[in-house]
Each structure stands twice: as structure tokens, then as C-alpha cells.
């Protein structure tokens, strides 16, 4: 029966003979750098060596570091020159590497550009065809996988910010060989559902983890989308192709969040700042009317027949007056002409001479003015002032001395 071994024992044992192995000392190693991290605070690199087919953990400690006249990012093609040994704790096999020599970019990052350039273009990625992101939706849809950190975050920062917006959820693989087309599926069932805004989100991971929203498929998805689309993937300092296809970028899914919904008492505020405004236009609208109401009643007014009825009535009057006074004026006029007249009448007239104690003589209706109007025997009449005389002349006596 072979010796029982601990996982310690064992791990030391194959450390020994990795160590022991001439072979695996100063190996040098062309792939292409991804998961890329420098230690803040030591300064050690950690990074994956990966081809095609293939991938190993790489360790380069901050003694080596100091030394590269380059920065390694992913993607990047490197040959690198170390010695494999085996992280006993994990039990993993890693090159601790001494030199790092740059070869070029790698063929997943090429891959990626060329896409990118492919997408760019045919006009796929343009910021003038990017639509508007609703600032009030009332529903959301969000891709991502149902059990995703991402989405936990976002119905959180929603439930708070925004309570009142609906929210849908469409699962979907966000890694692995089927991802894509199962990215694909959902997006096309949120954009058929009505949503406002489609939110597609997954967390943080490695480059690989990522590479379905590199995909052309998954870009073309986002692209035909009617529904707004904002992405959130992976970490802050990640960008997919699908990034630049959306139609905005959140760093974190919090943050795609937050951008997707405003913060319901800055609503409430500005609705009641709204409903302010709107009663002092109201009210000002409703004080010009009035104004204007009045003014155009003051016109008719003046303009009415019942005022012009008036004006006649009283012109008419005012007329009448002036006639009647004018008459009165000359009958008054006329009286003490005819009052004068009759007096100056009554002064001329013979009977007031008769009156006096004179008498007219008259012959047949004639009135005798001289000897020569009568003769002896005729028969006269003598107009007294209270009677008349028939008399009959006997003789004429001529006056001399008259």
C-alpha cells in the first residue's frame, strides 16, 4: 500500500522537484499578457500567460519589475524568461518571472480591434446615432445573469432612488461559449417589451470572462436595438466592443443604475417647483384675460347702440331745450311787441278820441270829414263813445277863422 501523503507534503514534494527540474530554470516563454494586476503597495505583477490553446499564471516580483522600460497591459504579445515553480498554498504552477521583453500586440486584442475598426467603419459605432437615455422611464428591462451580483446592486440603488419604476429581468449566460447568443436572445425580448430603458450588465471578471461582449453578434444585438441601452461590464477599468456600441457606458452596474433613474425626491421637488410655476402662470395668463376682457367690454360699451341712444336722447333734449327756450324767448317778444303795438293802437284809435268826448260823423257808411262831404237834409249818423246818433243836418255853418 503506498505511503498516505498530506496535500502539504505533496505540494512540497512537487515544489521540490519543479525546483530540482534544470529544465524549468530560465524557460523562456512567448503569449499574450491578460488579467493583468500591479500590486499598489508591494509593486509585484501578477498576469496570465495564455495562446490558442493555453494558459499559465504568471508572478513577476517588484525586484524585476523596477527594471521594465515598458508597461504591460492585456493583450499584449511578451516573451517572458523565468523559472517555473509550483504556489504551494494554492497548489498551482507558475513562472516567477525575471525578464519581460514586449513582442507586439496578441491575437485576442487584435481580434478586438479589428472588430472594433470593422464596427467603426460601417458606422456601428457613431455618437450621433446614440439615442437619448429616458430621465424619468417607467420601466426598465435589465440583461444579465439572474443570479448576478450586478443585479442585485441594481434593483438595490433602484428600489431606493426610483421606487414607483417598473422592472423586468431577462437572464441570460454572461460567460462562457453560449453567452453571446444567449445575450443576444434576451436583449431581443427586452427590446419587444416596452421597457423605457434596457440596462445590459454583468460584474467584474477576467478578460476571458468578458469576451462575449466582445463578440460581433452581441454588438450587432445592442446595435439593432430600438430601446436605449446603457452597459455596465465588468469593472471600472474594463471596456468591451459592446461598450462602444451602446448608447451610454456606466462604469460599474451601480452606476448604470443610477444613470437609468433619477432620484424620486429630486422629482418630487421639481414637480412641486413645476406646479409653482405653473399656478403663477396661470395666474398671470388669467389677470391678462381679465384685463383684456375689461378693455374690450369698455370699447363695446362706448360702441353700443344703448350709449348711442343715449348720446341722441340727449342731444335731442338738450335741443328741445334750446328750441323751447328760443320759443318762449320769441313769444315773450311777441307779446311785449303786441302789448306795445295795442297800446300804441289803442292811443291811435278814434274811439279813444271818442272816448275823450269826440265823435265821428259818418254818411252812409263814410265818414264825414268837411262841408264838403254833407249837405243840408242829409241824414247822419254820430259815433259817440257809448251810443250813436241819427241826425239830420238842417243847415252847414262854415268855419272862418280855422
Known amino acids: 500500500m503506498a505511503s498516505v501523503l498530506s496535500v502539504s507534503q505533496l505540494n512540497k514534494y512537487v515544489s521540490f522537484k519543479l525546483s530540482s527540474d534544470i529544465k524549468l530554470k530560465g524557460v523562456a516563454i512567448k503569449g499574450e499578457i491578460s488579467n493583468f494586476v500591479c500590486h499598489f503597495k508591494s509593486g509585484h505583477m501578477y498576469f496570465t500567460l495564455k495562446d490558442s490553446a493555453s494558459q499559465v499564471r504568471a508572478v513577476m516580483f517588484s525586484s524585476n519589475a523596477s527594471r521594465l522600460k515598458f508597461e504591460p497591459e492585456d493583450g499584449m504579445n511578451v516573451l517572458a524568461v523565468g523559472n517555473v515553480e509550483l504556489y504551494e498554498r494554492d497548489g498551482a504552477f507558475q513562472i516567477v518571472v525575471t525578464e519581460l521583453v514586449p513582442m507586439g500586440g496578441g491575437a485576442v486584442s487584435d481580434g478586438i480591434e479589428k472588430l472594433k475598426k470593422k464596427l467603426l467603419d460601417n458606422g456601428i459605432i457613431d455618437e450621433k446615432s446614440k439615442k437619448p437615455i429616458p430621465r424619468v422611464p417607467k420601466k426598465l428591462a435589465i440583461v444579465t445573469s439572474a443570479d448576478a ?188 311787441r303786441l302789448m306795445k303795438d295795442h297800446a300804441m293802437l289803442t292811443a291811435l284809435s278814434p274811439f279813444g278820441v271818442i272816448d275823450r268826448g269826440y265823435s265821428i260823423t259818418t254818411k252812409d257808411g263814410k265818414v264825414v270829414y268837411g262841408k264838403n262831404d254833407i249837405n243840408a237834409g242829409d241824414s247822419i249818423d254820430i259815433r259817440l263813445s257809448d251810443a250813436v246818433l241819427t241826425a239830420k243836418v238842417n243847415t252847414i255853418n262854415e268855419i272862418k277863422d280855422k
Open 149 to 336: 451580483a450586478a443585479l442585485r446592486d441594481i434593483l438595490s440603488i433602484t428600489k431606493r432612488r426610483y421606487p414607483v419604476c417598473d422592472i423586468e429581468i431577462y437572464p441570460a449566460l454572461v460567460q462562457g461559449a453560449s453567452a453571446a447568443d444567449s445575450i443576444c436572445s434576451s436583449l431581443k425580448q427586452a427590446d419587444m417589451s416596452g421597457a423605457d430603458t434596457i440596462i445590459l450588465t454583468r460584474g467584474g471578471g477576467s478578460a476571458e470572462d468578458l469576451m462575449a461582449f466582445n463578440s460581433e453578434s452581441v454588438a450587432m444585438a445592442v446595435h439593432t436595438c430600438k430601446t436605449p441601452v446603457v452597459t455596465a461590464v465588468g469593472h471600472e477599468t474594463d471596456t468591451t466592443i459592446v461598450d462602444y456600441v451602446s448608447d451610454m457606458r456606466a462604469p460599474t452596474p451601480s452606476a448604470a443604475a443610477e444613470l437609468c433613474t433619477p432620484d424620486i425626491s429630486e422629482v418630487i421637488s421639481a414637480i412641486s417647483l413645476l406646479e409653482r410655476r405653473l399656478n403663477k402662470a396661470f395666474e398671470y395668463i388669467l389677470d391678462k384675460k381679465l384685463s383684456a376682457l375689461n378693455e374690450s367690454t369698455s370699447i363695446l360699451k362706448s360702441l353700443s347702440p344703448e350709449r348711442w341712444l343715449e348720446a341722441i336722447d340727449n342731444e335731442l333734449a338738450r335741443r328741445l331745450d334750446r328750441l323751447r327756450y328760443a320759443m318762449e324767448s320769441k313769444l315773450t317778444n311777441a307779446e311785449s
